[in-house]
């Protein structure tokens, strides 16, 4: 297989900003009267806005009507904007700039995969947009992963052949969407939880193109 682009995840691959949804998610379940926990919050990666809020309510037993669904999405992404209006290109997560940057050298096209529709206001905290062929975010499908929509529309948009694609994620509902998408598949964490992905590394330190291409072969 010929490595022609590679499509990144934002949340948990490029920047940790698990952090920012669960203080934000949290707050929405206490002002519901119960305790989200940092493991109940492992079920939101990956996950759009929306389905985050079903399974917070799944949690705390709680049933509302779409209105109020609607309302709580939007207070609780006002209230995640205030952190993710802070963010630093500090925040970007370990030589993972310097990986984009080695396949721009080698002129791998290169493109966003996100569920979020914050995905463009995160780049350009973290001042990185400049890296992306082009940005597919929240905004621009309708079926949220495990779906393939998100990568097959980077792969169209880069004009490169599913076969030839690579995709970095860190949830599982990102690797079975890659997987559906006919892409390779990089994990990005530890293999208990992302065991049907082609190769899993902790993180893009000792990483290279080389390494992967060896790796997935
Ligand atoms: C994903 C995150 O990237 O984006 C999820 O992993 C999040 O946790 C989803 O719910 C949607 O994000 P946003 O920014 O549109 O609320
Ligand atoms: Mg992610």
Redesign the pocket.
């Known amino acids: 297989m010929e490595i022609k682009a590679c499509i990144f ?4 691959v490029i920047v940790d ?2 952090k920012y ?1 669960f203080i934000a998610w949290r707050e929405i379940a206490r002002e519901l009267g119960f305790e989200f926990t940092e493991a109940h919050n492992e079920r ?6 929306m ?2 809020l079903e399974i917070l309510l799944e949690v705390g037993g709680i049933v509302l009507d779409q209105k109020a669904k609607e309302f709580l999405a939007e207070k609780k ?1 006002n209230d ?1 904007l205030k952190y993710v209006l802070q963010m630093t290109p500090d925040e970007i997560l370990p030589r993972v700039k310097d990986f984009i940057e080695e396949l721009r050298q080698l002129q791998i096209m290169i493109a966003i995969g ?6 463009m206001t995160i780049l350009n905290r973290l001042q990185i947009i400049h890296l992306f062929d082009t940005v597919v975010d ?1 905004n621009k499908v309708t079926k949220a992963k495990p779906d393939p929509e998100i990568f097959l529309k980077g792969a169209h948009e880069l004009i490169i052949p599913p076969a030839n694609c690579v995709v970095f994620e860190d ?1 599982e509902a990102g690797i079975e969407a890659a997987i559906a998408a006919n892409m390779k598949c990089v994990g990005i964490g530890s293999p208990q939880n992302l065991a049907k992905a082609n190769l899993v590394i902790p993180g893009f330190e000792k990483f290279s193109f080389h390494k992967m291409n060896e790796l997935l072969k």
Request: proline letters at 0%; charged letters at 25%.
């Open positions: 995840d934002l949340d948990g900003t698990a949804h939101l990666k990956g996950v759009s806005r389905r985050s992404n995640y996100s569920a979020s529709k914050n995905a929240g949830a």
